[in-house]
């Protein structure tokens, strides 16, 4: 997709969408437990139908060659082979069909190995058809790129003072917290969880400020005029 000078694809997918994330559940951000037990087994149509009724990329439609439309109408730019999107959904679902021991898809070995998993066969959906009349109005979301953290960032050593290419720290200029990768080299590595951050840019914006106070005093030294 961001080799692609369009940048966006569409997901298709039906009624039986669900959506994750607590900036989109009510039930996570206000703590209302029974009615966020009762949207994991049951879905989340209200919150479904407020994106359809709200969101101009999503669209709906009651067969594929109707959504087809309905997506090229959002983008304009004639970019969707509607023939193509028709064979994938039911080669999809014709995999669906044959039962598991014939499962070729790698998107329904990824499900059926995390429905392993008690914990996650809650949260994890059956293998379901797209074209599904139990299941309709089709839905189609265009997704577009959208960076929400980094772990990489300015380079700065453990005085969180930023480094020239050549390694070299830049006099009086400081860097701390997520645009550092959390200082220091990057205290998370590769992996970080959720809501560990604040920590990160605590710990590294502690580092700076006593760096900073360290080169202030030692420039208040070297200012002092020498008594003979």
């Known amino acids: 997709m961001l080799e692609d000078p369009r940048g966006y694809y569409w997901m298709v997918c039906n009624w039986k969408l669900d959506v994750?994330?607590?900036?989109?559940?009510?039930?996570?951000?206000?703590k209302r437990r029974v009615r966020f037990l009762v949207s994991v087994l049951f879905?989340?149509?209200?919150?479904?139908?407020?994106?359809?009724?709200?969101?101009?990329?999503?669209?709906?439609?009651g067969s594929l060659a109707e959504l087809a439309l309905r997506m090229q109408e959002v983008?304009?730019?004639?970019?969707?082979?509607?023939?193509?999107?028709?064979r994938e959904v039911n080669r999809y679902d014709a995999t669906i069909d044959r039962g598991r021991p014939l499962f070729n898809d790698d998107?329904?070995?990824r499900i059926e190995q995390l429905r392993h998993w008690r914990g996650d066969r809650l949260r994890t959906t059956r293998f379901q058809k797209i074209v599904d009349p139990r299941a309709m109005p089709l839905i189609a979301i265009r997704m577009t790129v959208m960076a929400r953290k980094s772990l990489g960032g300015i380079q700065t050593d453990?005085?969180?003072r930023v480094l020239r290419p050549d390694g070299e720290p830049i006099p009086g200029l400081y860097a701390v917290g997520e645009a550092a990768?959390?200082?220091?080299?990057?205290?998370?590595?590769?992996?970080?969880?959720?809501?560990?951050?604040?920590?990160?840019?605590?710990?590294?914006?502690?580092?700076?400020?006593?760096a900073v106070a360290r080169a202030v005093n030692e420039a208040s030294v070297e200012a002092m005029p020498s008594v003979p």
């Open 107 to 109: 998107q329904l070995r």
């Open 75 to 86: 983008t304009g730019d004639n970019a969707l082979d509607a023939a193509r999107m028709e």
């Open 20 to 30: 994750s994330g607590s900036e989109h559940n009510p039930q996570i951000r206000e």
């Open 181 to 210: 990768g959390f200082g220091g080299g990057g205290m998370h590595g590769k992996r970080s969880l959720e809501g560990t951050f604040l920590g990160g840019c605590v710990f590294s914006g502690r580092l700076a400020a006593k």
């Open 43 to 61: 879905g989340k149509p209200t919150l479904v139908r407020y994106f359809i009724d709200h969101c101009p990329d999503f669209v709906t439609a």
């Open 158 to 160: 453990l005085a969180s």
